[in-house]
T-cell receptor
Framework: DQQVKQNSPSLSVQEGRISILNCDYTNSMFDYFLWYKKYPAEGPTFLISISSIKDKNEDGRFTVFLNKSAKHLSLHIVPSQPGDSAVYFCAASSNDYKLSFGAGTTVTVRA | DVKVTQSSRYLVKRTGEKVFLECVQDMDHENMFWYRQDPGLGLRLIYFSYDVKMKEKGDIPEGYSVSREKKERFSLILESASTNQTSMYLC????????????FGPGTRLLVL
């Protein structure tokens, strides 16, 4: 049973607009959350993370929001660029070495 | 920069063959991981290792084994390949503490005929 869920398999957005990716989790022991980006034929690369002691973390065009009570996090990309077209994975960890991943959301940025 | 390399980008094997996938990291990381990625299922953990000669089962270890004889190298073994093991296999490493980023290799796309 997947403990991390990305319910939108795909997202299409116009260049320059905001992309919002959503992620829900069921395990209340998760306390560290990450987003990875993956291009075809490459391994995932780390994008941004957030600890459960925070509700927002920002890095350039990327912002992650965490709502612990709703067990929900989101990734905002502003403004979206063509190079952002990729698969985005949400991942979560409790106090151990392992990560649990969602199924991924494919983002397509239209010119 | 952390570098994780995998021995093959593409592999084609026959049902019943023994398959070895090799992974090497150059950053002296303690932890290494093997995942498989399938459409609609994301990344699922097969095995991980937190020290040389130590291993722990992940979420889907059936049909797989691993070996970690040296700190930098982590091998995934398919004892008798089956068609349902056709997948993208991803290796990752992390320094050795909790709550930290894992760094991934480029992946091996395995096709079992």
């Amino acid at each position: 049973d997947q403990q991390v869920k990305q319910n939108s398999p795909s997202l299409s957005v116009q260049e320059g607009r905001i992309s919002i990716l959503n992620c829900d989790y069921t395990n209340s022991m998760f306390d560290y959350f990450l987003w990875y980006k993956k291009y075809p034929a490459e391994g995932p690369t780390f994008l941004i993370s957030i600890s459960s002691i925070k509700d927002k973390n920002e890095d350039g065009r990327f912002t992650v929001f965490l709502n612990k009570s709703a067990k929900h996090l989101s990734l905002h990309i502003v403004p979206s660029q063509p190079g952002d077209s990729a698969v985005y994975f949400c991942a979560a960890s409790s106090n151990d070495y392992k990560l649990s991943f969602g199924a991924g959301t494919t983002v397509t940025v239209r010119a | 920069d952390v570098k994780v390399t995998q021995s093959s980008r593409y592999l084609v094997k026959r049902t019943g063959e023994k398959v070895f996938l090799e992974c090497v990291q150059d950053m002296d990381h303690e932890n290494m991981f093997w995942y498989r990625q399938d459409p609609g299922l994301g990344l699922r953990l097969i095995y991980f290792s937190y020290d040389v000669k130590m291993k722990e089962k992940g979420d889907i270890p059936e049909g797989y084994s691993v070996s970690r004889e040296k700190k930098e190298r982590f091998s995934l073994i398919l004892e008798s390949a089956s068609t349902n093991q056709t997948s993208m296999y991803l290796c990752a490493s992390s320094p050795g503490h909790t709550q930290e980023t894992q760094y991934f290799g480029p992946g091996t796309r395995l096709l079992v005929l």
